[in-house]
């Protein structure tokens, strides 16, 4: 919460030293690349933050979603990958459902995640992009994501492991996976399926490996 | 009648009682349900964070699977639901290379609409044995079920209606709430333990302020999300039903308590007090 606080502040009083950001010195580029790549109509987005009152985790955004959209019109491309933004947005949809001008904001957002995730800036929600990063390795191993699995790879991941020593929630965790296991809710043994190979190289391709 | 099933990853592991639950439910009601051979995971929100091709790729896979067997597919699970159904529709956009053979042209149900068409409601009302009556609940639908309504074709998406049909059709009482598809957080919970908290607590006390017994919902993710953070507040007894284990406790005359075992907020104390255990 402090956070937000200072990030506002910081907004509204303009730190001395730091450089001003002009606005429409960057012309339509990154505007342009991200609505033909995404399909999304963002110059039709007129500020009315029916977005960022629709959505359930803004209070938890550095940049809110309908800040997000003018950042892309003013070609801030930085700011939005290295916001915490892109990884808190939880896809529920509600701001892409409420837009009064069908600007599709959860699909934008998506996309800037995706941007953020073939780029050299190290995302803000570490954990969040470690979990989904996790996630697909789980996958393209298996097939299927097995959940024992992917905690087990997930809290072994260094950085979430120090982290979690660090808040001292690493036994609480632990003794939730065990109750898990008790209740037959983790499985240890799940049957992968036959597809890992096609799988596997479905993805090279998506990262434009050939062969 | 007979219709391909796409279970989904979850329903092998943290919600192995809901495809019981389904299992059960089919079967009484004589419905064929035919699991895609070798299926895949959709990818889920990971596929569709990291790589947009492959959250296409990945659930056009099981689409293939499905229009070789010439079936629709019915999924219990929502997110696989949406992922499905944004597959399709991406195809048939044809931007993206899929290896598979997939024209995107089957019918992608989730499973609370398929059984709340009016001729399902029916066959439900007539397995019926033992109506839950008296068990008030209200049903949550979350978010990927419904939203965006242009990919999950819901019309309704603000108050969705398909959940409260089925379980009034197994006799409960359905009580009118307003955070039907309320986000419960989904897995932001595993890593930023604070944000997942905060949504999901909001959905329990307004669950309770609106008189509920309990809630049904069909999404595994929302079940564990609103199950397990009961684990230590003694104060929240609000047991997190599947729609399914509803419909399988109203089909039998006497049920097994050891069905609601995976549960963490045991739910058979209040089954008792209504007599339906």
Known sequence: ?211 | MKISFYPGCSLEGMAKDYFHAIDAVFEAMDIDLVEIEDWSCCGATAAHSLSEAMSVILPARNLAAAEKMGLDIVAPCANCFNRLRYSQQIIKKKVFDIPWQVTGDIQVHDMTRFLAESSMIKLIKERVLKPLNGLKVVCYYGCQMVRPPKITGYTDYENPLTLDRIAAAAGAEVIDWSYKSTCCGASIGIARKEIGESLTMRILQKAQQAGAEAIVVSCPLCQSNLDIIQKDRPDRRTPIFYFAELLRLSFIAHGDPKWFKMHFTDPVPLLKAKGLL
């Open chain 1, 1 to 211: 919460m402090q956070n937000t606080v200072s990030h506002q502040k910081g907004m509204a009083e303009h730190e001395p030293g730091k450089k001003r950001k002009l606005i429409g010195d960057r012309g339509n580029y990154f505007l342009d690349r991200i609505q033909g790549e995404a399909g999304v109509n963002i110059s039709a987005c007129f500020q009315c933050e029916r977005c960022t009152n629709a959505c359930p985790v803004s209070h938890f955004m550095d940049i809110k979603p309908h800040q997000a959209i003018r950042y892309i019109q003013l070609g801030w491309r930085e700011d939005l990958l290295k916001s915490s933004t892109i990884w808190v947005c939880l896809s529920c949809e509600m701001c892409t459902t409420y837009c009064p001008n069908e600007v599709d904001v959860a699909e934008t957002i998506n996309h800037l995640r995706n941007m953020a995730a073939h780029s050299s800036i190290t995302p803000k929600e570490k954990s969040l992009a470690v979990f989904h990063q996790t996630f697909l390795e789980v996958l393209r191993k298996s097939g299927k994501v097995n959940e024992f699995r992917l905690m087990n790879a997930y809290y072994l991941k260094p950085d979430i492991f120090q982290e979690k020593l660090k808040n001292g929630t690493l036994k609480e965790e632990l003794l939730l996976g065990l109750t898990l296991l008790r209740k037959g809710r983790l499985k240890i043994f799940t049957p992968r399926s036959r597809a890992i190979k096609d799988i596997q190289k479905a993805y090279h391709q998506a990262r434009g490996e050939i062969g």
